[in-house]
Structure formats: structure tokens, C-alpha cells
């Protein structure tokens, strides 16, 4: 599904990408992460007549499906990271990392939020409490919106052969749910400044 994100390419969520969180996420552990299980699924449906591609929720065939992973303010949002498409956003300034949570790997978006002390550093500190205590291992990480300035939307994605992208898109005026694709960068993985 990934492979279609290419400049020109316009897609519309309905309804948009749901960043709920699931029932009882606060006490998950560690604290201050949230696992999605059921994974929230979305098919992108083909390109018909030059209208948008229709984003809906639910799993259809494996080349129309990606894993959406939640964004949640002052947490860290992880899903199974084992080679599955996995898309997320919008971006601004949080990163997203590939790691070992309780032995399980994982992707991970990591809900900084600079307008928020606060939450900025409960995140910041639980991904600190699960280093220390050995139920995280981050692999890789990186900063998608670094990769794209100038972009109204960003939105990020690990691919089932485990690269880092980012996808730039240009939002509608009129319509919120609505974003064509204006770059797409894969990322060279680094290490998490934090």
C-alpha cells in the first residue's frame, strides 16, 4: 500500500485516521505506553475515474492495507513492528523509533508535545523509567518532519522491509480529509536525542 504514496497521489480519509485511545490504556504497562490490539487497519481503495483514493477503516487485501499507530499526547504509541506497513501522523515534532518492548518488536511514536510541558515530559521520562529498567531497547529512530519542510501535512511510515519514510502532503483547503502527496524521503535511521 506504501508504494502508492507518490507525489501526485491524492487520497481521502473518511473517516479520518482514528487516534482514540483503547479502553483501559492507562494502565497498560510500562506506564506511559499504549499498545493497539486489535491493530486499527485501513484500506486504501484504487484510484477510480481521477478521484481521490477512498481511505476507509478495516482490512482488505495485504497490497491495499496499512497499520495505522495512533498518535496520543504524552505517551509513547506502539504497535507489532514485525515487516507490516504501519503509517501515522500527522507529524510535527515527535519521532517515531523501531525497538524491543517486553521482547516484542515494536514501532513506536513517541507523543512529544512541545505546547505541553507536561506531557512532553511524562513521555519523555517513561521512555527513561522502561530504558532503566530493561523493557525497552529503541533500535532506530527518526524525525520525520525534519524531512520534509514546507509541507502542510506530514505523515510517516515504516515499510514491510523495515525502511523509515516520510511523506509530505499538501492538505485541502476546503476539505480537512483530503491530502495529495507532495515528497516522500526515505530516512536513514538514527538514534533517539532523548
Not at 150 to 167: E, P
Amino acid at each position: 500500500m506504501l508504494d502508492r504514496m507518490v507525489p501526485g497521489y491524492t487520497f481521502s480519509v473518511s473517516p479520518y485516521f482514528n487516534n482514540a485511545a483503547p479502553p483501559g490504556y492507562a494502565t497498560q504497562t510500562p506506564s506511559r505506553f499504549v499498545g493497539f490490539n486489535p491493530d486499527r487497519a485501513y484500506t486504501f481503495a484504487p484510484v477510480v475515474g481521477g478521484l481521490p483514493a477512498q481511505v476507509t477503516a478495516g482490512a482488505g487485501a495485504p497490497a491495499d492495507t496499512v497499520i495505522w499507530l495512533p498518535y496520543m499526547s504524552g505517551w509513547v504509541t506502539w504497535t507489532r513492528a514485525e515487516g507490516r506497513p504501519i503509517l501515522t501522523g500527522q507529524m510535527s515534532g515527535c519521532w517515531l523509533a523501531r525497538g524491543i518492548l517486553n521482547g516484542q518488536p515494536v514501532f513506536l511514536h513517541i507523543g512529544t508535545d512541545n505546547s505541553n510541558p507536561e506531557n512532553n515530559n511524562q513521555v519523555k521520562n517513561g521512555l527513561k523509567i522502561s530504558r532503566n529498567t530493561h523493557a525497552l531497547t529503541v533500535v532506530s529512530a527518526f524525525l520525520p518532519h525534519a524531512a520534509v519542510p514546507g509541507c502542510g501535512a506530514i505523515f510517516a511510515a515504516q515499510t514491510s522491509d523495515n525502511r523509515f519514510l516520510a511523506i509530505g502532503c499538501t492538505p485541502d483547503v476546503k476539505l480537512p480529509t483530503l491530502f495529495t502527496v507532495k515528497k516522500v524521503v526515505e530516512v536513514k535511521p538514527g538514534t533517539l536525542p532523548f
